[in-house]
């Protein structure tokens, strides 16, 4: 192929002049005879220019407005918090903005607030079927840390499953067998008619059959309140008047373990020496309690993350549903230790 250094070197001039020339370059200096000569080996050499590439303008996508709402407080519980940045910083990715977040019981969550809205993603045990009676203008909905009965929408949750059957065997492991459980009522609220309705929580149910298959399940030793601090203190302290202290608790989440902690230490009941202790979540609180707590780790800010990709692709024409189950790992620390006789 012919080049444009292959007509300066017949026509003894540099490629820049022959450039400049075959451009029709106004400013350039050269005589008559030379341009002539030139363009004569251009048709000698039948050089054909390369044609440039067209550049694309990237067309500036048009961005989405979506809503988050979020059942519990996240100043109660981080982990909740966690989810919701993990959503935000994935919106920085893709063209979405959330342009309105909501928590249940204290937001006006109405048709007319979620009118202007594309999308939305539904942070815990939230009623799907009640959402959709004052949502139903689409079905981009992402239901995250809640698996609802409604089939048709997009899930993402955490492997509690897994999880908990890898905490009994690594208390098992250890030599505990008297395991006590401490958790939450499963509720799931109503956003448009204020009504609840009981759901089985995962940890509590698989807790439960868990130990009911190795033969060590006893009903007395499971103990279920509020999602709180204050409930894990008070239910601690039930368990310790029964005057028959398992070897180990296991509990429902790291804001519940704290009121453990403290209901233990007040009745001079060391961790671990006297009692070991097993969490979830995992929240930056639970490495500097005292002692450091073993824990879940549930990946938060992965789940808001995928809840964004999730929605993205449903606004983008995807209608089969996915569900998403993020696994979880055990962090091991100093509240639990190897049963002593």
Not at 52 to 65: D, G, I, L, T
Not at 77 to 103: H, K
Not at 258 to 264: F, I, K, Q, W, Y
Not at 293 to 320: P, Q
């Amino acid at each position: 192929m012919v080049t444009i250094k292959d007509i300066a070197r017949h026509s003894q001039v540099s490629t820049a002049t022959v450039s400049r020339i075959l451009n029709n370059d106004p400013s350039l200096s050269v005589s008559e005879e030379t341009r002539k000569r030139v363009l004569a080996i251009v048709d000698e050499l039948d050089y054909k220019p390369l044609r440039k590439k067209s550049v694309k303008v990237k067309k500036q996508e048009e961005a989405y407005n979506i809503g988050v709402i979020m059942l519990n407080d996240e100043t109660i519980d981080p982990y909740f918090q966690s989810i919701r940045l993990g959503a935000e910083d994935a919106c920085n990715q893709y063209p979405l903005r959330i342009v309105s977040t909501m928590i249940v019981g204290k937001s006006q969550i109405t048709a007319d607030s979620l009118s202007g809205l594309d999308g939305l993603i539904v942070i815990g045990d939230v009623d799907i079927a009640d959402l959709k009676e004052i949502y139903a203008h689409n079905n981009n909905i992402i239901a995250v840390d809640y698996l609802p009965k409604d089939t048709n929408v997009d899930v993402v949750i955490s492997d509690f499953e897994g999880a908990t059957e890898l905490v009994i065997s690594y208390l098992l492991e250890l030599g505990h067998t008297d395991i006590a459980y401490i958790g939450g009522k499963g509720e799931i609220f109503g956003v448009s008619k204020f009504k609840t309705s009981d759901k089985e929580d995962t940890r509590k149910s698989t807790f439960e059959k868990t130990m009911k298959e190795k033969g060590l399940y006893n009903p007395e030793k499971v103990l279920i309140g509020e999602w709180s601090t204050a409930s894990g203190y008070t239910l601690t302290k039930q368990l310790i008047e029964m005057n028959d202290l398992p070897s180990a608790i296991v509990v429902g989440s790291d804001p519940t373990a704290m009121g453990v902690l403290r209901a233990l230490h007040e009745a001079d009941i060391r961790v671990p020496e006297d009692v070991s202790i097993f969490s979830y979540d995992d929240i930056e609180a639970a490495a500097y309690m005292n002692p450091p707590l073993s824990t879940v780790k549930v990946y938060g800010d992965e789940m808001g993350k995928t809840a964004v990709k999730l929605l993205y692709d449903r606004l983008k024409g995807r209608t089969i549903p996915l569900k998403v189950i993020l696994p979880a790992e055990l962090v091991i620390r100093d509240s639990v230790k190897a049963k002593t006789c």
